[in-house]
């Protein structure tokens, strides 16, 4: 069965910085492409950053170009995504989710599989 598990959101002022993980299992992580995406409430879900299976490629959101970074640890079976300079409209719950065919995409019928979500509050 496969599991992707958000860690390291929380409720933080504007202008710092967090490091959210997604670590999978029941998959063979490293034939995924991964992404990040983020839903505030009342608004729908939104690509925010995504990397190729081999680390080669990344594509960002215009919202967080500049100030979001995602990564991924193949033999630890995680994807990171570095925020920096956060803004309270960066306030939402924020999913991993795996690719196994293709690469890129920022539309949420791209992904096969989910997490849960790991809530990111930004305070002004």
């Known amino acids: 069965q496969v599991q992707l598990t958000e860690s390291g959101g929380g409720l933080v002022q504007a202008g710092v910085s967090l490091r959210l993980s997604c670590t999978a299992s029941?998959?063979?992580?490293?034939?995924?492409?991964m992404g990040w995406f983020r839903q505030a409430p009342g608004k729908e879900r939104e690509f925010v950053a995504t990397t190729s299976k081999s680390r080669s490629s990344t594509y960002y959101a215009d919202s967080v170009k500049g100030r979001f970074t995602i990564s991924r640890d193949n033999a630890k079976n995680t994807v990171y995504l570095q925020m920096n300079s956060l803004k309270p409209e960066d306030t939402a719950v924020y999913y991993c989710a795996a690719r196994l065919w293709g690469v890129g995409g920022t539309g949420t019928s791209d992904y096969n599989y989910w997490g849960q979500g790991t809530q990111v509050t930004v305070s002004s």
């Open positions: 029941g998959l063979t992580f490293g034939a995924y492409t």
